[in-house]
């Protein structure tokens, strides 16, 4: 049974840095791809970041880059996105996902094969 378990949303404040985890069990092989989204309230799921597992490239959506970094554990099936300078904006649910099958898209949500339950981040005052 493959499951993605995301950890590591919480509270942050406007400016502030989160680090959110997400371990892949069962997977078959390596993936082609493991990526974040996230889904705000009255709004689509929207790429965040994904880095393609064989060469370790990463990339980002234009309202991220520079402010997020996604990495890897070469060891397991891990990824990690490292969220600073956060902005009220950036509150949504984050979903890790795998592209493991056939067609790959780096970008479209609806090409990734499996998901996490989602992780939490929200803003205080």
């Known amino acids: 049974q493959i499951n993605l378990v995301e950890s590591g949303g919480g509270s942050v404040q406007a400016g502030g840095s989160l680090r959110v985890s997400c371990e892949a069990s069962g997977l078959p092989f390596d993936p082609y791809s493991m990526g974040w989204f996230r889904q705000a309230p009255d709004k689509e799921r929207e790429f965040v970041a994904t880095?393609?597992?064989?060469?370790?490239?990463?990339y980002y959506s234009d309202s991220v880059k520079g402010r997020f970094t996604i990495s890897k554990d070469n060891t397991r099936h891990v990824i990690f996105l490292q969220m600073d300078s956060l902005k009220p904006d950036d509150a949504a649910v984050y979903f890790c996902a795998a592209d493991v099958y056939p067609p790959f898209n780096l970008w479209e949500y609806d090409k990734y094969d499996y998901w996490g339950q989602g992780a939490l981040v929200t803003f205080s005052s």
């Open positions: 880095i393609a597992w064989s060469y370790g490239y990463t």
